[in-house]
């Protein structure tokens, strides 16, 4: 199956998208008072979240890279 060019960039761009935000959202998580109790061990609100935000890494990742091939695919074809 061959993808146009619009949708593999737009698959390209959300995976770039999804790591941009995520990388955001775990920063802001670590400085969560939330995220530890006060002799730091981590509470299940930070483990809730970071699992959240790997299964995002992962999935912006693989369609990143669906995107990517994609692209490939179509400047393959055309040479």
């Known amino acids: 199956m061959r993808m146009s060019r619009r949708v593999s960039l737009f698959l390209l761009a959300f995976g770039v998208w999804s790591w941009i935000i995520w990388i955001t959202f ?3 998580l670590s400085g969560s ?3 530890f109790t006060p002799d730091g ?3 299940p609100f930070f483990w809730v ?3 959240l935000a790997v299964v995002s890494f992962v ?3 693989v ?3 669906i995107g990517w091939r994609g692209l490939r695919a179509d400047g393959a074809g055309k040479r």
């Open 26 to 28: 775990v920063k802001n």
């Open 33 to 35: 008072d939330n995220a």
């Open 41 to 43: 061990a981590p509470t």
């Open 49 to 51: 979240h970071l699992v």
């Open 59 to 61: 999935l912006g990742t």
């Open 63 to 65: 369609i990143g890279v």
